[in-house]
């Protein structure tokens, strides 16, 4: 199971300033993306359901877009929950 996601990149950055104490975060390419979507997966404790696939960086709109697929080992409702979990974070 695939969930997607295409936000802005200061929508991240405040992520990592306000809720990770982050102050800097570059992000300029899929590695990037896929880089800081895995710390806030880490940080949420969601590593263990979620992996980030299919990670870009639009440039000339700042925006990132990336996947979220449930890891072969969990249950669909462990996906919904894990989500819902993730969304909330980015959008408080």
């Not at 960086?57 to 990132?64: G, K, M, P, R, S």
């Amino acid at each position: 199971m695939k969930h997607s996601f295409k936000l802005k990149k200061s929508q991240i950055r405040t992520v990592f300033l306000e809720k990770l104490d982050i102050k800097t975060v570059a992000i300029d390419n899929r590695v990037d993306v896929e880089n800081v979507i895995s710390t806030i997966l880490v940080f949420n404790e969601l590593e263990n359901y979620l992996s980030p696939i299919e990670c870009s960086y639009n440039f000339f709109d700042a925006t990132v877009s990336f996947q979220l697929e449930l890891n072969p080992d969990k249950d669909k409702s462990d996906f919904f929950e894990a989500i819902k979990k993730f969304e909330a974070f980015i959008d408080a």
